[in-house]
Nanobody
Framework: QVQLVESGGGLLQAGGSLRLSCAAS????????MAWFRQAPGKDREFVAA???????????RYADSVKGRFTISRENAKNTVYLQMNAVKREDTAVYYC?????????????WGQGTQVTVSS
């Protein structure tokens, strides 16, 4: 059974930093392109960032324009974990953040979802 378990969410002030983690089990982690999505209240879930599987080109990443230059996605294959480093956060970054195993690197179709972790940014 595949499980993606996020952690690290919380309340922080605008301009601050936070690191989210997602621990994966039940899948061959190194073969999966991994991603973070988020969903703000009253809005659709949106793509945030993705990182390519080790088997292709380890370390390739892509980002939504809204977080480019502020957020960094990374992975630690030995720990089956993907991270999202969030810097210079803004109130509009407030959302539930979801970890996902992508069907392919360049798309947004998802094979597996985590349960989500809340991030709240105050002014």
């Amino acid at each position: 059974q595949v499980q993606l378990v996020e952690s690290g969410g919380g309340l922080l002030q605008a301009g601050g930093s936070l690191r989210l983690s997602c621990a994966a089990s039940g899948l061959t982690f190194s073969r999966y392109n991994m991603a973070w999505f988020r969903q703000a209240p009253g809005k659709d879930r949106e793509f945030v960032a993705a990182i390519m599987a080790v088997m292709w080109t380890d370390g390739n990443t892509r980002y939504a324009d809204s977080v480019k230059g502020r957020f960094t996605i990374s992975r630690e294959n030995a720990k089956n974990t993907v991270y999202l480093q969030m810097n210079a956060v803004k109130r509009e970054d407030t959302a539930v953040y979801y970890c996902a195993a992508l069907r392919n690197y360049f798309g947004v179709a998802v094979d597996y979802w985590g349960q989500g972790t809340q991030v709240t940014v105050s002014s």
